[in-house]
């Protein structure tokens, strides 16, 4: 039963999903359009029992049932190749992307049924914005076709297709195969970010979503031309995955490949990674694209997209190992986002921004630890954010359900109204704050574990530095997680969208329990983020479960030794830094607070308006690259070659065409005399030529 | 007598009749031209007739009276140019009767129909 085509099936549901709702619901039966919901759902929830059977089959059974890959395109001796390539870190990602998939779109079924209530009332707003953004003098008002019309389908086709781009680039066998699911999931993000497309805000951030991690998809992009020019050979195909990872270290250990040209290959990889995932310096896309409905940033924030980053780090960690340098980049770029991104989290309002901040340093954790070596810690860490993370983001849509904005300074007072939703965010906090014994704890506690020791035992430099920053970062987390926490729930209500002036576009307070297909996600999804930890990767044995299974298991696949062993004391360090965050989260915002934060905010005046104008970065790249570089100097300096030189060469052409079509018309005089004239001489030409030419 | 001599003279009666085919004015004049130009073909045709086509043949038929169907056949076009010609000039005097009666003048510059 468990072959090739089952594996497929697992791509091919969405993707058949995505189809039917695009080309036959969304342009025949839109009035029916409430069934693209059950369809998405029923999918990809095949594609869910579909992906737990392959994890089972794949790391416990060792069962791997895939085929060589097929061609796609011959050109001349050069094939390129399809396929599937089946690891425990394929069937890893099979599971959390399909399972949090599963749950987002289980909870979209309601979200978005009438975006009315959530969006509804935007249409004016977004009107008068776009209105108010144009010159003047343009009094053409863009009116798209879709406003007020029911956009479910449109959601769901978006959705399946994001899934199926996310689960093909996890399963790509060629790196060319992998590159263009990768696009394609760049794709999505862009239409799911930009969903709200008549709010210029939302237009803007998916298009900041896009061009950021173009750039890092450029240095991908840099890389793959570069390997394949370096490697090209007739009878060996590198850009198989598997036969990079097998066999270019050995290249550079026998001399045929420069070990310079190995990481850079490697940094080009990470480029495309650091766009993807968010990292510092391209993590200014991130917080942005909170503008899309809050279910995609859940799919976004935790299984697809930014994940992918890591993945691909992951799939090429063998490249990355045999180049010191390039893992020391990773460790380094890793570090400093996780710390980076928590101060920026700090400070945050909007309760979606401080998940997309946590988001950010999570990832730069899951980074650090692949720079140090720890690779199957890091998709451990990947594979329990992923729970956790999505539980977030789906709390802080219920809250905005009920509220009507995102702005935590007008919720507050929620636990009573919204129990549910207040456990399972306690839940999820809890998690991600990295508290004995939930989900978060275990896969963080084994980053800081393996950064320490690297750092001590193998005398490591850079594993110490990021070692610090990854605990300062614990420390932080905790606290904007229970700052959120605090400001949402704890307290008085504060006035949800009807005292937020920026929150019209989000829709009316009604305060009480989100509706049943909402919460049922996030209750299903706050038991992994308790359990799946020490579930899937026990301190010691558990029920006929080994212990450090999952780690073990990834690791395993490119035969790094076993990774360290549970550690107590250090446990115990990182426990308690996150309850002194806690503590301190919890003095500044109960009710009637210790220390006033508003007191803090004015001490440190200066700090704060860093933080929270998020480093300048955007005016970094906004008045600087954007204005200065870009308008000022190559958009300047391409006008001119396009006025003086395109434009010219252009004219002359023109102007050629015009003038001697004036001469050859003096002949067209309608006198009869003259065409024979001309055809006579014609003739005399052709005659000349037969006799003289040769 | 060689066949140069009747190509040239051919070739010069063409000549004339095409320049004044193409440069007189009035439409009888043309049409004298072109009689002009028929008669340098027919020179050429009956001539090249006479002096190529048996010498042609005969390597081929190995004598005259094998070849004796095809000696004529420039003096055929000859006889079927001078016909049509005839035709043509019965025709084209009809027209310039018809363009005289329309625009009372029978100078082709006159006619410029054809830029319309």
Redesign the interface.
Known sequence: MFNEQLVWAIFFLPLISFALISLIIRPFFNQISVVSGPIAVLSIGASFVISIITFIETTINHNNPVGDPKNWLTIGNFELQVGILLDPLTATMLVVVTGVSLMVQIYSTFYMKNPESHHGTENQDGKRETHSAKPPDDKQEVQPAELGQPVYARYFAYMSLFTASMLGLVMASNVVQLFVFWELVGLCSYLLIGFWFHRPAAAAAAKKAFIVTRVGDFGFLLALMYLFSKTYQENINYLDIQTINDQLPGLVQAGTLGAGALTLIAIGFFVGAIGKSGQFPLHTWLPDAMEGPTPVSALIHAATMVTAGVFLVGRFFPIFQASQDAMMVVALVGGITALFAATMGLVSNDIKRVLAYSTVSQLGYMMLALGIGAYGVAIFHLFTHAFFKALLFLGSGSVNHATGTFDMRFMGGLRKKMPLTYITFLIGSLSLAGIFPLAGFWSKDEILLNSFMSGTDGGEIISLIVFVLAIMAVFMTAFYMFRALFMTFEGEFRGGSEKDPEAKPHGPVHLGESPFLMVVPMVILAVPAVIIGFIANPPGNLLGIEAHWMVHTLDHMYHLPKGEAFNIPLAAVSTLVALSGIALAIAMYKPKPIISAESIGKTLKPLHTILYKKYYFDELYEGVFVRQIYYRGIALASDWSDRNIVDRIVNIVGWLGANFGGLIRQF??????M???VT?IGIIVIAAMFIFGD | MTLERFLIIGAILFAIG?YG???KKHAIA?LMSLELMFNGVNVTAVALSRYTVPKALSESYQTVENAAGFLLTGHVFAVFIITVAAAEVALGLAIIIAIYRSRSTVL??E??????
């Open positions: 067209q005089n309608g006198q009869i005399q065409y024979a004239t006579s | 095409l085919a193409l440069s043309v082709v510059t006619a410029a129909d054809m830029k319309k």
